[in-house]
T-cell receptor, first 114, second 113 residues
Framework: DGGITQSPKYLFRKEGQNVTLSCEQNLNHDAMYWYRQDPGQGLRLIYYSQIVNDFQKGDIAEGYSVSREKKESFPLTVTSAQKNPTAFYLC?????????????FGPGTRLLVL | KQEVTQIPAALSVPEGENLVLNCSFTDSAIYNLQWFRQDPGKGLTSLLLIQSSQREQTSGRLNASLDKSSGRSTLYIAASQPGDSATYLCAVRPKTSYDKVIFGPGTSLSVIP
């Protein structure tokens, strides 16, 4: 089955700790995205990547880092510099161009601070 | 700056009713608008994509319309079922910042049996 997988489903972070969220897709999509979702708010873009070995900051990149070494994988690291990391994190990929570009989402990872 | 709003924030209807969810955006310069469904604690599922040149799209009991000039889109759900209970989000892809899709906060729908 083609799709996007995220792991783990739940992640607990201690003060001062860096944690990494995994995102893998087998849809052969070029573009991948990381979003943060807080209760009652829309999704906010953290980072995105249109091609391997290239990525761009979104609207709330501070305290986060990413890599894109393979087309299928786009891991997100939440660093100790992110002071309010508790949220639901969603990974997405997209296909198509221009008016036809459609986003597809993974199941999400919920990050909690101990 | 593009902003997307959805009213109401929550909606409760009896089973079998037809209903309309609203999405408004401030800048009509968009490539497309996409409607998603999100179940509690889950990712987003794409429902319909309307390209900027289109006025509506249909899938089963769902019909989405787009009026760019007024900055509005509606999602019509016919003959609602308890399984339709979820949060529905709309998102626009702006022409001014292609990679940065802007999401609305969502409407939480409850269909009461």
């Amino acid at each position: 089955d083609g799709g996007i997988t995220q792991s783990p489903k739940y992640l607990f972070r201690k003060e001062g700790q860096n944690v990494t969220l995994s995102c893998e897709q087998n849809l052969n999509h070029d573009a991948m995205y990381w979003y943060r979702q807080d209760p009652g708010q829309g999704l906010r873009l953290i980072y995105y990547s249109q091609i391997v070995n290239d990525f761009q900051k979104g609207d709330i990149a501070e305290g986060y880092s990413v890599s894109r070494e393979k087309k299928e994988s786009f891991p997100l690291t939440v660093t100790s510099a992110q002071k309010n990391p508790t949220a639901f994190y969603l990974c997405a990929s997209s296909m198509g161009q221009g008016v036809r570009e459609t986003q597809y989402f993974g199941p999400g990872t919920r990050l909690l601070v101990l | 700056k593009q902003e997307v709003t959805q009213i109401p924030a929550a909606l409760s209807v009896p089973e079998g009713e037809n209903l309309v969810l609203n999405c408004s955006f401030t800048d009509s310069a968009i490539y497309n608008l996409q409607w998603f469904r999100q179940d509690p604690g889950k990712g987003l599922t794409s429902l319909l994509l309307i390209q900027s040149s289109q006025r509506e799209q249909t899938s089963g009991r769902l019909n989405a319309s787009l009026d760019k000039s007024s900055g509005r889109s509606t999602l019509y759900i016919a003959a609602s079922q308890p399984g339709d209970s979820a949060t529905y989000l709309c998102a626009v892809r702006p022409k001014t910042s292609y990679d940065k899709v802007i999401f609305g906060p969502g409407t939480s729908l409850s269909v009461i049996p």
